[in-house]
């Protein structure tokens, strides 16, 4: 009797394992969006009373040749490659990734993951719209720009919207992955790739250094909190999982 008492309560067990699970990544997650939060707020506080002008304009002024201030640091390559990682974190480029991702997971029906994406990025594209125009923070004038720029300055667009974009797209590429080093994999490159692209913007002169790092912390932080939310209304069966197999 005890082996059918011990076979019943593995399922009973394994649920609650499950729900335990479920329940680590919602706190987590919410934890992780809070600490960005609270570091970005800090930022902002420091940039609107201008405490961060020093350590801002010297990252500048180091990335410049003493001698010519149009001049970056390093060989010609070197600038071209930050123009062409740059274009990573502009709108055609992160729009273009968009459309064919959600028309992907449309097209294998996985409609949830689709309108988790394109909300997660269309809300950001907004939030960092938004953002600009309360900030309305003026462009860097220490060094001569390399590439055109329109808007203003804080927080980031290219860094804010490219975390936004490349994160959601790899956790969802992470949900699907078995091992652990594949999983580890995806995140190091999306991290990577918005890491390279804010670095593009101040060797560009562009923006301020804490403009990309702002950029990097309220991306991460919507990033979170789009996917903290899709958990919890994945658990109340709202909407179906990025990983459904097709035909579900």
């Not at 600038?79 to 097209?107: K, M, N, Q």
């Not at 790899?170 to 999983?183: E, F, I, P, T, Y």
Request: with cysteine.
């Amino acid at each position: 009797m005890n082996w059918i008492s011990a076979t019943l309560r593995q399922p009973l067990v394994s649920r609650w394992a499950q729900i335990a699970r479920r329940e680590a990544k919602v706190l987590l997650g919410t934890t992780l969006v809070a600490g960005f939060l609270l570091a970005f707020i800090g930022i902002a506080d420091e940039v609107m009373e201008n405490e961060t002008h020093g350590i801002d304009r010297m990252v500048l002024l180091s990335l410049r040749s003493a001698a010519d201030p149009s001049d970056p640091i390093g060989p010609a390559w070197l600038e071209r490659s930050a123009v062409d990682l740059t274009a990573l974190g502009g709108f055609p480029v992160l729009a273009l990734i968009t459309l064919l991702s959600v028309g992907y997971l449309l097209i294998t029906r996985r409609k949830g993951a689709a309108v988790l994406v394109a909300l997660s990025i269309a809300g950001g594209a907004l939030l960092s719209t938004g953002l600009k125009l309360v900030f309305e923070r003026d462009r860097p004038d220490v060094v001569p720009h390399l590439v055109d720029v329109q808007t203003a300055s804080f927080p980031s667009g290219h860094a804010m919207l490219s975390a936004v974009c490349y994160l959601t797209l790899g956790a969802l590429l992470m949900r699907v992955q078995g091992a652990r080093s594949a999983r580890i994999y995806v995140f190091a490159a999306a991290a990577g790739i918005a890491f390279l692209v804010g670095l593009s913007r101040v060797y560009l002169g562009v923006h301020w250094p804490t403009d990309v790092l702002a950029g990097w912390l309220v991306g991460s932080a919507w990033a979170g909190l789009c996917w903290t939310v899709a958990l919890v209304l994945q658990r109340r069966g709202e909407i179906a999982g990025p990983a459904e197999p097709p035909g579900n």
